[in-house]
C-alpha cells in the first residue's frame, strides 16, 4: 500500500458499513461488497485493491465480530456473531462500531484507547 493516508481509518469505515448495512445476524456480506462501498466513498487510495484489506478482514474474525462463512478465491462471505452499536472514542473522536460482547477496545489502530 502507498503512503496515503485516509481521512477515516480503514477499519472504522469498514465497521460503518456493516453498522449501516448489514447490522442483522441472519444478513451475509463480503469483503468485495465492503470494498466497494468503501471506493464510493474516496476516502481510499485509488490504487488500493481488494487484496490491500486483508488483514482489516481478518481482524474483524479474530475479533469475534463476524465470522467467515465460505471464501472463493478473494472473496470472503461473513456474518456477525451479534449486532453491532455505535459509540464514540473520545481519545481518537471517531464515531466507532462495536460488537455488543467484543472488548471495549477503540478499534483504531492507531487508538486502541478502552472505552
Given at each position: 500500500?502507498?503512503?496515503?493516508?485516509?481521512?477515516?481509518?480503514?477499519?472504522?469505515?469498514?465497521?460503518?458499513?456493516?453498522?449501516?448495512?448489514?447490522?442483522?445476524?441472519?444478513?451475509?456480506?463480503?469483503?468485495?461488497?465492503?470494498?466497494?462501498?468503501?471506493k464510493e466513498g474516496n476516502d481510499i487510495d485509488p490504487s488500493w485493491i481488494i487484496d490491500d484489506?486483508?488483514?482489516?478482514?481478518?481482524?474483524?474474525?479474530?475479533?469475534?465480530?463476524?465470522?467467515?462463512?465460505?471464501?472463493?478465491?478473494?472473496?470472503?462471505?461473513?456474518?456477525?456473531?451479534?449486532?453491532?452499536?455505535?459509540?464514540?472514542?473520545?481519545?481518537?473522536?471517531?464515531?466507532?462500531?462495536?460488537?455488543?460482547?467484543?472488548?471495549?477496545k477503540c478499534p483504531n489502530s492507531s487508538c486502541k484507547s478502552s472505552i
Amino acid at each position: 500500500m502507498s503512503d496515503f493516508t485516509p481521512k477515516t481509518p480503514i477499519e472504522l469505515q469498514i465497521r460503518k458499513i456493516i453498522f449501516e448495512k448489514f447490522n442483522d445476524v441472519d444478513s451475509r456480506f463480503s469483503n468485495d461488497q465492503i470494498f466497494e462501498i468503501i471506493k464510493e466513498g474516496n476516502d481510499i487510495d485509488p490504487s488500493w485493491i481488494i487484496d490491500d484489506f486483508e488483514s482489516f478482514f481478518n481482524e474483524l474474525c479474530d475479533s469475534c465480530l463476524a465470522r467467515n462463512i465460505a471464501q472463493n478465491f478473494t472473496t470472503i462471505w461473513m456474518k456477525l456473531f451479534e449486532p453491532v452499536e455505535k459509540l464514540h472514542c473520545n481519545s481518537c473522536n471517531f464515531e466507532i462500531y462495536l460488537g455488543t460482547s467484543e472488548d471495549r477496545k477503540c478499534p483504531n489502530s492507531s487508538c486502541k484507547s478502552s472505552i
